[in-house]
C-alpha cells in the first residue's frame, strides 16, 4: 500500500522559514517524480514544486521561486520542502504528490498558516 505522510507544517510570521517533509512508503521512491502543492482557503490545489526522480532537475511556478526548495533523499525515501520568507498568501494546506508510469499518490496534507 502506498502511503505518503507530510510533516513539519505550522504557523510563523511573515518572513520566517518551514521545512517541510515527505515520508513515502509502498513504491519504488527512486523512479517516482515527487511534487508539493497547496490548497489555500477558497482556493484550488496548485503546484508549488516539482522534482525530477533522480533530483537533478527542479521546477517552481512565479509565486514561489526563489523562495521555495525542494529537494530529496532517495535513501530515505523522502522528499522535503524548504520555504524561506514566507508570507500570509503562503497559508494553506501542502500536500505531498508521488506520480509514476502506472499511477499517483497524495499524501493527507499538513498545514501552514503565516500570520502575525
Known amino acids: 500500500q502506498v ?21 513515502a512508503s509502498g513504491l519504488t521512491f527512486r523512479t517516482t517524480v515527487m511534487s508539493w502543492f497547496r490548497q489555500g482557503p477558497g482556493k484550488e490545489r496548485d503546484l508549488v514544486a516539482r522534482i525530477t526522480s533522480d533530483g537533478t532537475d527542479a521546477y517552481y511556478p512565479a509565486s514561489v521561486r526563489g523562495r521555495f526548495i525542494i529537494s530529496r533523499d532517495n535513501a530515505k525515501n523522502t522528499v522535503y520542502l524548504q520555504m524561506n520568507s ?15 508510469i502506472r499511477g499517483e499518490a497524495w499524501g493527507q496534507g499538513t498545514s501552514v498558516t503565516v500570520s502575525s
Open 3 to 23: 502511503q505518503l505522510v507530510e510533516s513539519g507544517g505550522g504557523t510563523v510570521p511573515p518572513g520566517e522559514s518551514l521545512r517541510l517533509s515527505c515520508l
Open 86 to 100: 514566507l508570507r500570509p498568501e503562503d497559508t494553506g494546506v501542502y500536500y505531498c504528490n508521488g506520480q509514476w
